[in-house]
């Protein structure tokens, strides 16, 4: 789907710069379109506990902002949603292709309520928590999102459920079983095929070579024995008996065999009255040779055909040669499907359907399922059009995929328990499942996974940068030991532990959930700092870090708080006094970098700095949970939005450049493209919403210039 | 269960007893609110009438230092609370009926907690009500 | 009391590249030291700065046990070259004190 | 009037309402409630089916009020009063009634107790519709000009972008040239840019500006009037011929104060200030930028050979000036690069308490230090002392070094900065006087709130920009400045403002003329006015209400009220709220 959109101003980002400078631009009377990645509106600042230096609340400041941006009459706000390219137009104007990412999720009919984040069988680490806790593939950024809508985060199809020649949505099946929801797994995988017991025995498992995991670690996750558990839970439980539709046309099938089965089976579904002629035969057809040879336990493959029977399918007993004029005409069918080839040709009616697997060559179970759903499609739109088609691509490249061998027979019995344990080891690598547990519990019916990305082209006389900065990856400097030690923290993980809406509802160390009592915080982690890659100072740690240390001492009162810094760099209106007022609270300050960081036993931790305002000479000090006052990076993915050498120049740091000198804050080096905030460079809150104002202004003066001509 | 009328503000309290309920914590039956646009607002006759049409108790939930109208939200909603609470008491009515306490966006836990303890203490009233 | 002079640098200037001068008193050089040296490297090149010869010499035992393993410079955030420093201060303690 | 005929909605929000509330009963009990003409249970009441049914039923039904029971107002205020305004009501008579969060939500365990209260908040719902009259946003037509208080280097780019924007500006400037303190100088640090040739380049784009009028000598006197329109006196002093001071007359829609900061200057004694070869920071740029082609730093004719800088000279005080002055770092070092380019062979020494080269700025710092210049640390409480040269002798700078030995060092020097901040101006007051602008406790202008609006004032319409709101550097002074003229900008773009109706009401019946409401107004929005009796009585410019209330509970007569918040809704809400 495409549309169009025609602005003055595009804003790129919608953290506190891109909010601030839409509404002053949209309050000027300018048409802004804003444009956010994430699923709402709120960037960084709305994740954090309290803010620095006058303590006040991050939200109360935020959400008001959050919802004047959103609900601004000149402001379109498009989140989960990319720039992809700009392009300079022939009037000077810009092109810009603006993709909304599918949320799978209609935002016109959700309501917030969060039931579908209560059944999703997938967790992710939550990235509005810094990974410290876990939130589902679908769900609500955060309780104060705006929009607050679900999305459901989908990264295509997991390799095992398209490998599925049979077509079940494999990941989903695993994910189910992984929360131990057997029944619904049960019945997920009848959504899509039948056949569950019999498959945990002879599916050759395409979906285990394909799987992620045994990429990564060369043991696939044992799907085929969780789908024999599956068949074996359901032979003790039952359920699952209840026809899918009732329908009034009738169809008729000729065989007893797997594919007879299986598109008796999908055309029921599909609301079709199958009716299934044995002609004298048992309901199995090759399958009971399985059974035969010990491949296939017999109570299993009969649970596979009495679920299939339940879905409202019919079986009657005619002589064998019975014409098949006559089978349509007794029985009142609107056509028939004859499993056998050979014998299909006998006849060249129009309402005769068959396929090209002979009855003699050995198929695969889960490739004659694919092929049973390929003829019920052509052959529901046959019932309801009266079409008759069966295209000669239909089950093109099937021939040379169904020549693999007989699989090897796998009769143990796995557990429920036993197949949960195996699904746990699922890396869940699509995200979402499709387990469409969501769609169950959706009151507002709002899911929708046929959503597709939508591209917007948008006109625009001028583009703001707000995209702000990334957080340094502190494990880019191994001695601090953040990947190997867990009471080693960033920052912005230390915020969520003080936020109100926090993660753990108090603040705790990950290692044990116990209270610490003795916290480092640790500056220039990743700033004024060449083997960190930035030499720069990131202008927020220091504050942040005194912030938190107040915010510490009031959360935790006999807590000891000790910042370990360079230099302090206290500058702001009023952030002189907050570090006098941090000092006087109790807060350590030790002059000293800390350069190495070790685990005691209990991981306690021991950290390393010269003590040179003291004893003097190297120190060990033991903490039982440390802070890393991460640094301020670049964010200059934009740039490559921008096609060919037309980007936007950047620092030697890679921020956006101000490359028209000190009284031409927020303009770039490319005319109608300016930058706003930390995209700049890092910044502090209050120093962000003056510098997207003065973008504002900027912008204004060169729409106004412009207009006139 | 006694009755509580709450007075919340649109941007600051309000969108925290709101969390309480989006993360499903519940409070007591018998709180109600009521939204206004800042605390310091609130007129000591409202609570004093609604303490004599029945209401048990009268919380205010404050905007506290979170204000964005007034610096001095705290104070203002503090002289409204002791102007009420001093009507309250020319009515014959215990002044420990009227309660604040400064309710900021995200916190819905102070707000359950305040919510089940003034509950209580209400309860506790009435019962030394009783006893007299 | 020390007093404040260049003498030290300008002579070890005119030894080599003495780029002590960048350290912004961090301490990760103190802290790295594998061999626990209490007063090396950032110490020993502040005594150089502020001119302080007779410091050096009072202290140059630590100067002469340094491993010139260079975890130090390797993890200075301003990229001090430590142990070619260490070697200049090293040439000159040699020359002015044991007269090699 | 009050709405008469009400249309009641209750929303199962599909099972998170009704699961827990039982909704139709929620609808049967409130059905003869006085003035209910309608009520109906909506499965979804924000889906647009259900929205084309309400804006049917409120068109046939001549509905003039509506009550939504669903979620919170924070997700479908706006839905539901664009809905309202689709139907041809006024939005102001539609309420929402939060059973979701504030009910169903919370009491997930007690259907009937829930019911209950549901059915209690909704009864107060329709009261509050009952007594809620249309209300419509305040329009406030603008004056599409500016008064734009000192002509520094923020305000005249701030001058500039409002120009550019089409509005008319009048640029004052104290002095009798502009410029202010970049003016003066020749090279601003971080990029060495040109501060006197900078303002000529603004004072250039200012004069082929028509709309910008530029007057020097000139100071605010008088200002009258409120947001969007302003008139205000400006007296400029009698220029060469001239006797008399001219007093213009201007009418303006917005005021932006740019007037700036002024280096702190250390008393006599200060750190030995006030003897030979002692300079504050100004008089050390002086210093620079008067021998810009001079090969060497000389002072007083003699070459300097040894410069020490004494950091935090009025900036973090433990009394007094307390607060980081910001630029001083920066600038110092800037300076000492300067000195190296000259002259590699100046010793120069820092004493300094923590270098706040913040940003990028820190490439100053490692630039400094890779040149060689040394830098010394030192405790507050024992801050370094000047020793001056006696019978010729030099200067001698001794400090207890922190980061070596901990020893007390002694410095030689042929020159001594002191690194000295900013404080704000004296001439500031006349402007604080006229504005009525609130400061800090560092003396400089406040801003409502450091992150919500860091450029405006409690006065509306009146903002702050460059140091005269706290020490800055150049650009950040032309950021603060050029925030400030969007702020102004985006109320006089339009030609006018719409303000929200919830404003203080004045019931003139009831007003006795006390005048406590004036008191109590924090935004000067009150004043007392006649009656045509002659008798006091309360006027309220809605132009400045913001409608928070404070007014409200100080009238003694109830003569004041927020519109949408009156004292008859919020009564009959709490009977509402009490009926059972």
Redesign the interface.
């Known amino acids: 789907m495409k549309t169009r959109l025609q602005v003055d101003c595009l804003v790129v980002g919608g953290g506190i710069s891109g909010m601030e400078s839409a509404i002053t631009l949209g309050d000027m009377g300018f048409d802004v379109l804003l444009v956010e990645k994430e699923a709402s509106i709120g960037g960084k600042m709305i994740l954090l506990s309290k803010v620095f230096p006058t303590l006040d609340c991050s939200s109360c400041i935020s959400t008001p902002k959050m919802a004047s941006t959103y609900n601004h009459p000149k402001v379109t706000s498009f989140t989960y949603s990319e720039v992809r390219s700009i392009k300079r137009g022939p009037n000077g104007a810009f092109e810009a292709k603006v993709i909304k990412r599918p949320t799978f999720v209609d935002p016109e009919r959700c309501t917030g309520c969060g039931q579908c984040e209560k059944v999703c069988t997938v967790a992710r680490p939550d990235q509005f928590n810094d990974g410290l806790i876990a939130r589902r593939a679908i769900y609500i950024p955060f309780p104060q999102a705006v929009p607050k809508k679900a999305v459901v985060e989908k990264k295509g199809v997991s390799p095992c459920t398209r490998s599925c020649p049979a077509g079940i949505s494999v990941h989903g099946m695993v994910a189910l079983v992984r929360n131990g929801r057997f029944d619904r797994a049960y019945s997920r995988h009848l959504e899509d095929a039948p056949f569950v017991g019999s498959l945990g025995h002879l599916c050759p498992a395409y979906c285990e070579m394909k799987c992620t995991q045994g990429k990564k670690s060369k043991i696939p996750v044992g799907i085929k024995g969780i789908e024999r558990a599956l068949g074996y839970w359901h032979l003790k439980n039952g359920g699952d008996k209840t026809p899918s539709k009732s329908g009034e046309k009738r169809f008729g099938i000729v065989g007893v065999g797997p594919l007879a089965l299986s598109l008796a089976y999908f055309l029921a579904q599909k609301g079709v009255r199958p009716l299934i002629f044995t002609q004298g035969k048992r309901l199995g057809g090759s399958l009971l040779d399985a059974v035969e040879k010990g491949l296939l336990p017999k109570e299993i493959l009969e649970d596979d055909i009495n679920t299939i029977l339940a879905q409202g399918v019919e079986q009657k007993d005619s002589p064998e040669n019975t014409p098949f004029d006559a089978l349509l005409e007794q029985n009142g069918l609107e056509g028939l499907f004859i499993e056998d080839p050979v014998r299909a040709k006998e006849s060249e009616r129009e309402r005769i359907f068959s396929s090209p697997l002979k009855l003699d060559e050995p198929h695969l179970l889960p490739h004659i399922i694919g092929v049973a759903r390929k003829i019920s499609g052509p052959i529901e739109k046959f019932l309801e059009k009266g079409e008759y088609s069966l295209p000669e691509d239909a089950f093109k490249g099937l021939e040379g995929e169904i020549s693999i061998q007989e699989p090897q027979g796998h009769n143990e019995e796995l557990l429920p328990e036993e197949a949960q344990g195996l699904a746990s080891r699922c890396l869940d690598c699509a995200v979402c499942s499709q387990c469409h547990e969501c769609m169950k519990a959706c009151p507002a019916n709002a899911i929708d996974f046929s959503m597709e990305p939508e591209e917007v082209s948008v006109t625009t006389k001028t583009i703001i940068i707000a995209t702000g900065f990334s957080l340094f990856d502190p494990s880019k400097k191994p001695l601090l030991g953040y990947d190997r030690l867990p009471n080693v923290i960033t920052a912005m993980q230390m915020d969520r532990l003080l936020a109100p809406t926090r993660p753990y509802n108090a603040v705790l160390r990950p290692s044990d959930g116990k209270v610490p009592g003795n916290i480092a915080i640790v500056l220039c982690a990743g700033s004024r700092d060449r083997t960190a890659g930035n030499t720069w100072c990131s202008r927020i740690c220091c504050m942040y870090s005194i912030k938190q240390a107040q915010l510490i001492m009031g959360a935790l009162p006999i807590a000891n708080v000790t910042i370990y810094y360079i230099d302090i760099r206290a500058f702001g209106k009023g952030y002189e006094e907050f570090f006098q007022q941090a000092k006087a609270m109790g807060t350590n300050f030790v002059k000293g970098k800390v350069a190495r960081i070790e685990p005691t036993a209990n991981d306690d931790l021991y950290i390393y700095y010269e003590d040179m305002e003291r004893k003097g000479g190297l120190r060990r000090q033991k903490h039982d949970l440390v802070v890393l006052a991460v640094g301020a990076m670049a964010s200059p993915q934009l740039r490559k939005a921008f096609m060919g050498d037309d980007a936007p120049d950047v620092d030697e740091m890679a921020f956006f450049s101000q490359s028209k000198g000190l009284s031409e804050p927020g303009v770039t080096n490319i005319e109608g493209v300016f930058v706003a905030g930390s995209a700049t460079g890092p910044r502090d809150i209050p120093d962000c919403v003056v510098h997207a104002n003065a973008c504002a202004a900027q912008v204004a003066s060169y729409l106004k210039k412009t207009e006139k001509g | 269960m006694a009755?509580i009328?709450v007075f919340s503000t649109n941007?600051?309290s309000?969108?925290g007893?709101?969390?309480?309920?989006?993360?499903?914590?519940?409070?007591p039956?018998g709180v109600?609110?009521?939204?206004?646009?800042?605390s310091?607002?609130?007129?000591?006759?409202?609570i004093l009438?609604?303490l004599e049409?029945?209401?048990d108790g009268v919380f205010v939930a404050a905007d506290g230092?979170?204000?964005?109208?007034?610096q001095?939200c705290t104070t203002?909603t503090g002289?409204?609370i002791r102007?009420a609470q001093e009507l309250a008491k020319g009515a014959g009515l215990d002044p420990r009926r009227i309660k604040m306490a400064a309710i900021?966006?995200?916190?819905?836990?102070?707000f359950q907690n305040h919510m089940k303890k003034f509950d209580q203490a209400l309860e506790e009233l009435r019962g030394e009500g009783n006893e007299d | 009391m020390i007093k404040v002079n260049d003498s030290v640098v300008r002579e070890l200037r005119s030894r080599g590249r003495f780029d002590a001068s960048k350290c912004f008193s961090c301490g990760t050089c103190t802290a790295l030291c594998p061999v626990g040296l209490p007063i090396l490297p950032r110490e020993i090149f502040r005594y150089a700065l502020l001119g302080a010869q007779e410091e050096l010499i009072k202290r140059q035992d630590e100067i002469f046990s340094c491993l010139l393993c260079r975890m130090c410079e390797e993890n200075c955030p301003e990229g001090v070259g430590i142990s070619g420093n260490i070697r200049l201060i090293r040439g000159l303690l040699n020359e002015k004190v044991l007269g090699l | 009037m009050a709405s008469q005929k009400i249309g009641v909605f209750v929303c199962r929000c599909g099972g998170n309402i009704s699961d827990y509330v039982d909704v139709e009963k929620v609808v049967e009990s409130i059905k003869g409630v006085e003035g209910v003409k309608i009520a109906r249970v909506n499965m979804f009441s924000c889906s647009d089916s259900a929205q084309e049914e309400m804006i049917g039923l409120i068109k046939r039904e001549g509905l003039d009020g509506i009550v939504i029971a669903s979620c919170s107002p924070k997700l479908h205020l706006n839905t539901f009063r664009q809905m309202a305004q689709r139907a041809g009501l006024n939005p102001y008579q539609y309420t929402q009634v939060n059973i979701r969060e504030q009910c169903s939500w919370t009491h997930t365990h007690d259907r009937d107790g829930a019911t209950q209260k549901a059915t209690r908040l909704v009864r107060a719902g329709i009261e509050a519709t009952r007594h809620s009259e249309p209300l419509h946003p305040i329009e406030v037509v603008t004056r599409p000009s500016v008064l734009v208080v000192g002509a520094g280097i923020g305000g005249l780019r701030a001058a500039i972008a409002l120009g550019e924007m089409g509005l008319t500006v009048h640029l004052l400037e104290k002095a009798d040239r502009p410029g202010g303190l970049v003016g003066t100088r020749k090279a601003l640090f971080p990029t060495g840019a040109d501060g006197t040739s900078e303002i000529d380049s603004l004072l250039q784009r200012i004069h082929t500006l028509q709309n910008i009028s530029l007057y020097t000598n000139a100071s605010l006197v008088k200002k009258e009037g409120s947001i969007g329109d302003f008139s205000v006196s400006i007296r400029v002093e009698p220029k060469d011929g001239q006797d008399r001071a001219d007093t213009i007359q201007l009418n303006v829609g917005a005021i932006l104060v740019t007037t700036g900061a002024t280096p702190y200057v250390p008393k006599e004694g200060e750190y030995g200030y006030g003897a030979k070869g002692i300079v504050t920071l100004r008089e050390f740029l002086d210093l620079l930028d008067s021998s810009r082609d001079s090969d060497g730093i000389y002072y007083e004719g003699k070459r300097v050979r040894r410069i020490t800088y004494i950091y935090c000279v009025g900036s973090r005080q433990k009394e007094g000036h307390t607060y980081c002055s910001r630029f001083c770092c920066s600038s110092a070092i800037f300076a000492s690069l300067e000195v190296h380019k000259r002259s590699p062979d100046v010793l120069q020494y820092h004493l300094y308490r923590d270098i706040r080269t913040y940003g990028s700025l820190e490439a100053l710092y490692q630039r400094a230090l890779d040149q060689g210049s040394l830098f010394i640390r030192f405790s507050p409480d024992s801050p370094p002392k000047v020793e001056c040269g006696h019978n010729g002798g030099g200067i001698k700078v001794l400090v207890k070094d922190l980061l070596t030995s901990k020893r007390e060092l002694e410095i030689s020097s042929d020159l001594v900065v002191l690194v000295t901040g900013l404080v704000p101006r004296v001439e500031q007051q006349e402007v604080q006087d006229v504005l009525k602008l609130p400061v800090g406790i560092d003396g400089f202008f406040n801003e409502i709130h450091p992150k919500l609006r860091p450029v405006e004032t409690v006065v509306a319409g009146v903002y702050i920009g460059g140091c005269a709101q706290g020490p800055k550097n150049a650009q950040e002074s032309v950021e603060s400045s050029l925030g400030a003229a969007a702020k102004a900008g985006s109320i006089l773009l339009k030609g006018k403002v719409e303000l929200e109706p919830f404003v203080a009401e004045v019931d003139e019946g009831l007003c006795d003329g006390c005048g406590q409401c004036v008191e109590a107004c924090p935004y000067d929005a009150i004043t007392m006015g006649q009656r045509s009796d002659g008798t006091p009585v309360a006027v309220v410019n809605t132009r400045l209400c913001k409608g928070e209330g404070a007014c409200v509970p100080v009238c003694p007569k109830e003569a004041l009220e927020i519109r949408g918040y009156g004292h008859e809704k919020i009564r009959s809400m709490i009977r509402g709220l009490l009926t059972e």
């Open positions: 009755r009328l941007n600051i309000d969108p007893i709101d969390l309480c309920g989006s993360n499903h914590m519940d409070y039956l109600s609110v009521i939204s206004v646009p800042c310091s607002g609130i007129d000591p006759r409202w009438y609604a049409h029945g209401f230092t979170d204000c964005s109208y007034l001095d203002r002289k409204v102007e900021c966006s995200v916190c819905s836990e102070a």
